[in-house]
Nanobody, 113 residues
Framework: QVQLVESGGGLVQAGGSLSLSCAAS????????MGWYRQAPGKQREFVAS???????NYVDSVKGRFTISRDNAKNTMYLQMNNLKPEDTAVYFC???????WGQGTQVTVSS
């Protein structure tokens, strides 16, 4: 069964860093636009970042300069390096394969002040 599995979430103090991974089963994902969304308690899911197969990236303004999205197509894995984290970054982070409308289960990121 095709699926996406996130890992790497956790609890960190403000100013700290975390790295998220999204492992995709199936080589077909290497051709898909991939991305990260997040959902904070009581809020709608919001776009965070995306990356094409050709590694063109796009970010929401609030994370520019702090987050870096990348992918390793040989490993069918996408990453999100998050630096200088802020309490407002606290959310469940989901990875997605947009071409397949497929989502992972999410991983919790909590940033304490």
């Amino acid at each position: 069964q095709v699926q996406l599995v996130e890992s790497g979430g956790g609890l960190v103090q403000a100013g700290g860093s975390l790295s998220l991974s999204c492992a995709a089963s199936g080589s077909a994902f290497s051709s898909s636009v991939m991305g990260w969304y997040r959902q904070a308690p009581g809020k709608q899911r919001e776009f965070v970042a995306s990356i094409t197969r050709g590694t063109t990236t796009n970010y929401v303004d609030s994370v520019k300069g702090r987050f870096t999205i990348s992918r390793d197509n040989a490993k069918n894995t996408m990453y999100l390096q998050m630096n200088n984290l802020k309490p407002e970054d606290t959310a469940v982070y989901f990875c997605a394969a947009f071409d397949y409308n497929l989502w992972g289960q999410g991983t919790q990121v909590t940033v304490s002040s």
